[in-house]
């Protein structure tokens, strides 16, 4: 990965109501923001970002891009996605919800046969404190320190870096893998790169009901991560049988039955990997500092 304020950056979906919004956050953030690409609209400029009709001819412009944001509408995803990819771009953050699944599949494809790390769709993208903003994360509850954070909610993840900021815990990483039934990256990618960062100490990790993805990622740490992992998992108090409304979709869909993907089986995978899990997002960093000791 190349996550530093060096990084080139772009950001399909000038036309978006977002891009209005958070390219400014990003580039008053400090990130290396060098283009944005709306079809039609080549020549204009949008906070002093220059707008292209296509990825490739920035790639001509500006040479190898690193990374880009695209906000373009969820059933336009899949062929920014690609054209991105086609474009030699490696490092692809979608922020819109509900990218059609097979779309995801088609992409999830592509990317593993291109080696391309995918965040989303459904999420604010990824934040290294203090260097770059790569999405539309709430940056100022975020502080530079050591805890990375990996998470299935966008909203959890700035709540629980503002916990661990007011507790004088800063963060390394914030990245929100997605919220949709299908995402582009997975918890274990992500444990593993925190694991091997030389600026992340320890990990926090935000689960919610539906799918089993937090319990193969209790196995994982179990047998494979070596820095201290703090979880919480959000839905304890949700009625049984209740799916998440983008989590648990595909749990519901192949009818895995009702004790699959639940809170209490992951909160049971979690204990059965001694991992230890917080009641409540202020109780993180009381858990943190102890794992730290």
């Known amino acids: 990965m190349k996550l530093t304020p060096e990084s080139k950056v772009v ?5 978006e109501p977002l891009m209005a919004t958070h390219a400014a956050r990003m580039k008053a953030y400090g990130t290396n923001v ?4 709306s079809p039609g609209q080549s020549g204009q400029k949008l906070d002093d970002i220059p707008v292209f009709d296509l990825v490739e001819q920035v790639v001509a412009a500006f040479g190898a891009i690193d990374t880009t944001i695209i906000l373009v509408p969820p059933y336009q995803a899949l062929d ?3 054209e991105a990819i086609a ?3 490696r490092q692809i953050a979608i922020i819109p919800a509900g990218v059609p699944p097979m779309d995801m599949v088609h992409l999830l494809r592509k990317a593993e046969a291109t080696e391309t790390l995918i965040v989303g769709p459904n999420s604010p993208g990824i934040i290294v404190p203090g260097k770059i903003l790569l999405g539309t994360h709430a940056s100022e509850f975020y502080t530079p320190g050591s805890v990375g954070i990996v998470s299935r909610s966008s909203t959890l993840t700035y709540e629980i870096a503002l916990e661990l900021t007011k507790a004088g815990l800063g963060q390394s990483i914030g990245v929100c893998i997605g919220s949709d039934a299908i995402t582009g990256s997975s918890f274990l990618q992500w444990l593993q790169i925190l694991d091997e960062d030389e600026n992340t100490q320890a990990i926090v990790l935000v689960g919610e009901p539906g799918g089993n993805s937090e319990e193969a990622a209790a196995r994982y740490i179990a047998e494979t991560i070596d820095k201290p992992v703090i979880a919480y998992i959000a839905g304890r108090n949700a009625p049984p049988g209740k799916h998440w409304g983008h989590t648990g979709t595909l749990a519901a869909v192949v009818g895995r039955g ?8 992951k909160l049971t995978a979690f204990q059965e990997a001694k991992v230890p899990v917080a009641d409540r997002p202020s109780q993180i960093p009381s858990l943190v500092k102890k794992a730290l000791k």
């Open 258 to 265: 009702v004790n699959i993907g639940t809170t209490q089986s």
């Open 80 to 82: 920014a996605a690609l």
């Open 87 to 89: 474009a030699g771009i």
């Open 34 to 37: 060098i283009a944005a690409i």
């Open 11 to 15: 950001i399909q979906g000038n036309c």
